[in-house]
């Protein structure tokens, strides 16, 4: 049992959670980022009590059993995908400024506001 | 992106890219039995490009790099499967892979080599080609330029449609100068 | 003889590139080019029915293309396929050649139309020459696919989008419930060779899945044959080149459908489904579009009905069939293959000299168009079965056919006899009507107003098809020789019929006579009445019905989504997240007793990652206290850079290197698109803050999410399995993979599928984003501006200032 990494991935979870409840654009980027850190964090918490246990490379042979390696590739494609999906989400955000002049859900769905004229493309 | 104006990260950013570029590669090839890989190198390179561009200005990066990423991230791609399908005419299952060992050459001594060394070079273009074109497409555009290179408008939009963004403050003398991958 | 089969099927696709490549410089005459595939696909067929194919033969050819998964290219050679092989490369020839005069230099993109063409052609060729269900369907739905293509050719003209979308919606639907039929017959005889099908294979299959996986297959045939309830989108087919109309639309797509059927007529003969349902169906759609065609005005509608028309006879046909096997069905389908395809031609050579199709504004043309009228003569008289063409000795054998079943015990014994009798005296009344109304009557000035005579190349086609009618229709014994030699065996019945032309004065030859009295009375009695009024009525406008619905999904689904607040994305996942904390954690709470992992111990703590834990707690608590977006990131980014050292104490190299090059990307992208932000848009938020009792509420539900998950993570932990897989990989990873990092060898190596999946979706995400970025045009002032406006931070802040300073 490791409560210090499951009361992390609590902590990361409710933390994206909150950021992506908001109305900020900005802020729900924020949210996803630290989710995807979460996720990966639930994976890792997988693999086991790491302590007295070496890194999955098996080269050298000190020191007690490596750790499951699984959870770490699994990791190591997740934290990529991760990233591919915040950049397009960072341009989305661009995109989303450019069209609409607000970074910010409750403006840019308030029934009151003047929406700027729709472009040709 | 504008051009930064600091002399010594000028200096300092066109020296560190040979080296972090010669250390990613480095990680890439020792991935198969070392920390290291596809994807990490792949990611230090980018970061090498972006450094770049903000020392320099994306249009010098975009200079340096010469194709189109998102060619090298297709190649890339391409390789990655072509590896994993080559078994499949020797009536082996997709992505099996192939090693062969070498005993005294010259310099190197014993050397193992295989296939999955091609699909991690694959994985590396890929993971180059995607994170600079977004970088260099997304500073493009911040900093006042269209998204595209004039050369690249025809490749990414279909014959009938108008051709995305277009120069308008610009004028036509200026344009020819910017001449992209 | 292999090389010679595949050469004929790959023909199309070997000429696609250099028809591409010229096809702009050599615009209309790029057609002469793509002749060729036609022609060596049709000789190297022709040759192989002089050659190979005996009656009853079949030949089967294997080539092995991935053994591993058990795919094989199979291909058979009999009678039907060399028959519609011959039809399709056959009738490619003229349609190209029509082509190649019709689609002159005011067209544009000849090189798609000719690509598509070739295209469509080679898929069709593998169709027809499939000797496997699965490889059928894939060529099948390759047939449906540059059928969307041509029909949406035209495509700055909306019908032509609507009738492409709708012929994909309903070809690509009824062929998904095919392929369900295919795999349920494939799965029951345990093979999805034709060849070993047809031998019986599915013979001890049950007798409910013969008929379940039959009616999915017949749903896939109707749809694609455009049989009742389907039979609408043909005619809005029609928006289609003409010569792509001739080509797919009435002489060979469609009759995939036939073929589909007297492919597995051997197989599903037993189904007791088998002929109600064809029968009823094909028959009734017979007559339906039989008076569709006589409603409409349109001369390539009025052709399209005919051809749903005579397309549901083909299909019908089959259901009849006996178990001794059929007789006569090439011979109807090759007469139909004459005089429409010929029909469809002067259609449009009549389109394109002058620029009406409305059969009411047209008139008089015998004048200007004399060989055309002879033409026209011929294939209309084929159409309706007049005496001395081949559409005569078609009706003959087709009737003896029908008063054979009547006498047959069979239920529905009179419904064929009535509904083909019915629906042949109105296809007289229509044919008559096409001659008259382009070349009869008087001369009609709206046609002649843009008239420009056509040249011969152009009726060279039209004429030969023409000539085969009249040819075979006067000495069926030709066409008789070729079809017997075309025999099948399982399909046809051994017993060789020799075609003549005079019977005698037989119940059919009377009946013939009986239906074209009956034709020319509808057409006199209709002329003088209502036919230039004349309109499909409300309730038969399947069309209008499916457009209908295909517009109203959408809509239906917007104000769905308003009336459920989809928009606002903070009050429905507000929701979502609070009910969803609320069944689980109310279940966890029901199985407290057995779920509780316990009060943790001091040991359940490790002192350096507790620490960090601490650490990554602060700067989360930074992120929900601080309101400035450039404060959170960097506390945002923190949090990366602690989980960077909490996967060193994982003992994982590889992530730890991958997650902080990723931070530090993350971190400069997001960096540089803040700094550009116009400061105004970070003020402005300010007046959107949610209220104290809001937050609360989100708080609340996300300290949920967040306790949910730390119970998910410990009982995790607890409930580790006792045998992981990685102890697999450590095992192996030297032995198999040879690398001693497993984390990469499960990457590249035992792993590689997801890898490689992985890099495709990063390549998407990257195409993604260039389309956002590129599709924003901006105007003269937002480029002097910058793309956002003055921006609020660090690099703009001068030209920041400068605006200032300008508003004071």
């Known amino acids: ?121 | 992106m504008k051009t930064g104006d600091s002399y010594i990260f000028r200096s300092v950013a066109s020296f560190l890219f040979f080296v972090i570029n010669v250390f990613a590669v480095y990680l890439l090839l020792r991935g198969h039995n070392l920390p290291g890989g596809g994807f990490i190198g792949g990611l230090g390179s980018a970061l090498s490009l972006i450094m770049l561009s903000m020392a320099y200005g994306v249009r010098e990066a975009q200079k340096v790099l010469r194709v189109d990423p998102v060619r090298l991230a297709t190649v890339g791609l391409l390789l990655a499967v072509v590896t994993g399908m080559l078994p499949l005419f020797l009536g082996e299952p997709f992505l099996r892979h192939f090693h062969w060992k070498f005993d005294g050459l010259p310099l190197l001594g014993k050397l193992e080599v295989g296939t999955p060394l091609l699909f991690d070079i694959g994985i590396f273009l890929v993971v180059v080609g995607v994170t600079a074109k977004m970088i260099f497409v997304l500073f493009r555009s911040i900093s006042g330029l269209t998204a595209l290179n004039p050369s690249e408008w025809r490749r990414y939009s279909a014959d009938l449609e108008e051709p995305v963004e277009r120069e308008h403050s610009r004028s036509s003398s200026e344009l020819e100068t910017e001449d992209g991958p | 003889m292999v090389a010679l089969l595949f050469t004929a099927i790959l023909l199309p696709f070997l000429l696609l590139p250099a028809v591409l490549a010229v096809g702009d410089r050599w615009r209309a005459r790029t057609g002469w080019l793509a002749l060729a595939a036609p022609v060596g696909s049709f000789a190297i067929l022709l040759h192989l029915a002089l050659t190979v194919a005996e009656p009853g033969g079949r030949l089967v050819v294997e080539l092995a293309w991935v053994p591993s998964l058990g795919l094989d290219f199979t291909f058979m050679i009999d009678g039907l396929s060399l028959f519609f092989g011959l039809v399709v490369s056959g009738m490619g020839i003229l349609v190209v050649f029509y082509a190649s005069h019709y689609l002159d230099d005011h067209y544009r993109h000849h090189d798609r139309f000719y690509a598509y063409l070739l295209l469509f052609m080679g898929a069709m060729l593998g169709t027809v020459l499939a000797g496997n269900l699965l490889l059928l369907f894939v060529f099948w739905e390759l047939t449906g696919i540059t059928s969307f293509l041509l029909i949406g050719f035209l495509h700055e003209k909306s019908e032509s989008r609507d009738g492409a979308r709708m012929a994909l919606l309903v070809t690509a639907t009824t062929g998904l419930a095919m392929l369900a039929g295919i795999v349920l017959l494939g799965q029951a005889a345990g093979t999805y060779e034709i060849a070993a099908l047809m031998d019986g294979a599915a013979r001890n299959a049950s007798p409910g899945t013969l008929s379940a996986a039959f009616v999915l297959i017949a749903i896939g045939a109707l749809g694609k044959s455009a049989q009742f309830p389907f039979h609408f989108w043909l005619p809005n087919a029609m928006a289609a080149p003409t010569p792509v109309s001739a080509y797919l639309h009435s002489a060979t797509m469609v009759k995939l459908g036939v073929f589909l059927i007297a492919r597995i007529f051997p197989v599903f003969q037993g189904v007791e489904l088998w002929a109600p349902l064809l029968i009823t169906i094909c028959f009734g759609t017979m007559l339906l579009a039989a008076v569709l065609a006589l409603l409409s005005q349109d001369l390539k509608a009025i052709l399209a009905f005919s051809t749903v028309s005579q397309l549901g006879f083909l299909i019908g046909f089959y259901g009849m069939g006996p178990a001794g096997g059929v007789q006569g069905d090439l011979l109807h389908i090759a007469s139909h293959v004459f005089y429409k395809g010929c029909l469809f031609m002067v259609v449009g050579i009549v389109d394109h000299s002058t620029g009406v199709r409305d059969i009411r504004q047209l008139g008089g043309l015998r004048r200007e168009l004399p060989l055309l009228a002879g033409i026209t003569l011929v294939a209309a008289a084929s159409m309706a079965g007049l005496p001395g063409t081949l559409g005569f000795i078609s009706k003959e054998y087709m009737l003896k056919d029908m008063f054979a079943y009547w006498e047959g015990s069979a239920a529905l014994a009179w419904y064929p006899l009535v509904f083909v009798g019915v629906a042949s005296a109105l296809k007289v009344a229509f044919s008559a009507r096409i001659y008259w109304g382009i070349f009869g009557g008087p001369p009609s000035e709206k046609a002649l107003a843009h008239f420009h005579a056509p040249g011969l190349g152009m009726q060279l086609a039209p004429l030969l098809l023409a000539g085969a009618c009249l040819l075979f229709g006067l000495f069926p014994g030709l066409l008789g020789t070729g079809l017997a030699a075309l025999q099948t065996a399982g399909l046809h019945d051994p017993t060789v019929v020799h075609y003549s032309l005079w019977h005698g004065v037989t119940r059919e030859f009377l009946t013939s006579l009986l239906i074209m009295a009956a034709g020319a009375v509808v057409f006199f009695w209709l002329r003088r009445s209502f036919w230039a009024r004349a309109r499909i009525p409300a309730p038969l406008r399947f069309d209008a019905g499916f457009e209908g619905l295909v517009t109203a999904v959408p809509k239906w689904a917007k104000a769905l989504g308003l009336a459920l607040r989809f928009d606002r994305q903070f009050d429905y996942l507000a929701i979502a997240l609070g009910f969803m904390v609320l069944m689980v954690g109310g279940y966890w709470w029901t199985q407290r007793t057995v779920l509780w992992p316990g009060l943790p111990t001091e040991a359940d703590f490790d002192p350096v990652r507790t620490l960090v834990v601490g650490l990554i707690a602060l700067a989360m608590a930074m992120i929900i206290v601080m309101r400035r977006w450039t404060s959170q990131l960097i506390a945002v980014s923190i949090i990366g850079f602690l989980i960077t050292f909490y996967y060193v104490l994982f003992r994982a190299p590889d992530l730890a290197m991958t997650q902080i090059l990723v931070e530090s990307a993350t971190l400069l992208l997001v960096l540089l698109l803040l700094a550009r932000f116009p400061r105004s848009a970070e003020i402005s938020e300010i007046g959107w803050f949610f209220s104290g009792r809001r937050q609360a509420v989100n708080l609340a539900i996300s300290a949920g999410v967040g306790l949910l998950a730390t119970l998910a993570a410990l009982m995790a932990m607890q409930h580790r399995h006792p045998d992981p897989s990685g102890d697999y990989y450590l095992a192996n990873t030297v032995p198999l993979a040879h690398g001693t990092n497993t984390v990469n060898t499960i990457l590249v190596d035992f792993r590689g599928f997801d890898t490689l999946l992985e890099a495709t979706v990063l390549v998407i995400a990257c195409l993604g984003a260039i389309g956002l970025v590129m599709r924003y045009r901006r105007t003269a002032e937002e480029y002097a501006a910058g793309a956002m406006g003055p921006a609020g931070y660090g690099l703009g802040r001068k030209t920041e200032k400068k605006a200032e300073e300008a508003d004071q």
């Open chain 1, 1 to 121: 049992m490791m409560w210090e990494t499951a009361i992390l991935v609590g902590l990361m979870f409710g933390g994206a959670c909150f950021l992506i409840l908001q109305a900020s654009f900005v802020r729900i980027l924020f949210g996803f980022i630290l989710l995807s850190n979460a996720a990966n964090l639930f994976l890792l918490a997988m693999s086991g009590r790491p302590d007295g246990k070496t890194a999955p490379v098996l080269q050298g042979g000190n020191g007690g059993p490596p750790v499951d390696p699984l959870p770490q590739a699994l990791i190591l494609t997740a934290i990529v995908i991760g990233f591919g999906v915040i950049a397009y989400m960072v341009v989305l955000l661009y995109r989303t400024f450019l069209d609409q002049h607000t970074a910010n859900a409750c403006e840019l769905f308030d029934p009151r506001r003047e929406r700027p004229k729709e472009d040709a493309s």
